[in-house]
Structures are given as C-alpha cells and as structure tokens.
Nanobody, 116 residues
Framework: VQLQASGGGLVQPGGSLRLSCAAS????????GGWYRQAPGKQRELVAV???????NYAVAVKGRFTISRDNAKNTVYLQMNSLKPEDTAVYYC???????????WGQGTQVTVSS
C-alpha cells in the first residue's frame, strides 16, 4: 500500500487548506482512512478518521473546523482545514487501518504551517 499526501503549505491564521491522500489501490473502499499530525516536541495525535461507510470522528481540538471526506472512485481521502490556528502547525500524515486504529499504513507526511 502506498499513500501519497499533498496539499500542505504556509497559511495565515484563519485561513484554509485542503490535504489530499491518494492511495495506490482501492484500499479506502474497505478500510478506514485517517489523518494524524505531529507538532515539534509533541506526540503524534489522531486528528480525524473516516470509516469505509463514511462515519467520521474528530479530535476535540479540530471539531467544527476540519472535515474529513473520501472519494472512493479516486482512491483519495481529503482533510479540509478551515479557521486554521498556529497550534495546528504540524506534519500531517495520512493513514489507513481500522476505524478505531487507522494506523496500519502511513503516508510520507506533509507540512502545515500556520503563521502570520
């Protein structure tokens, strides 16, 4: 399984970014997709997860600002991030696995920096 994450970058506080995670096969149609992040000096944390059936769950810190979605036809999972804050700065990783532990496979990570 290969996961290719993209869409990171530098954005001002209050701005938006959309991350994409393209898989090498139709893995998202039968597995959950997730996004983790790791900020400097902090532990990696699960940000959002979407099940094969479309059920979603979010970390408290991002609920209401981030939206995870999937396009099975494109084998891609997205993370729409709105109202970004400096504390959202981190390397974001897309993953595949079970709904409660979506961490069997990892993409390479994409840097998101929120700064004025």
């Amino acid at each position: 399984v290969q996961l290719q994450a993209s869409g990171g970058g530098l954005v001002q506080p209050g701005g938006s970014l959309r991350l994409s995670c393209a898989a090498s096969g139709s893995i998202f149609s039968i597995n959950a997709g997730g996004w983790y992040r790791q900020a400097p000096g902090k532990q990696r944390e699960l940000v959002a997860v979407i099940s094969a059936g479309g059920t979603t769950n979010y970390a408290v810190a991002v609920k209401g600002r981030f939206t995870i979605s999937r396009d099975n036809a494109k084998n891609t999972v997205y993370l729409q991030m709105n109202s970004l804050k400096p504390e959202d700065t981190a390397v974001y990783y897309c993953t595949v696995g079970s709904y409660y532990r979506p961490n069997d496979y990892w993409g390479q990570g994409t840097q998101v920096t929120v700064s004025s």
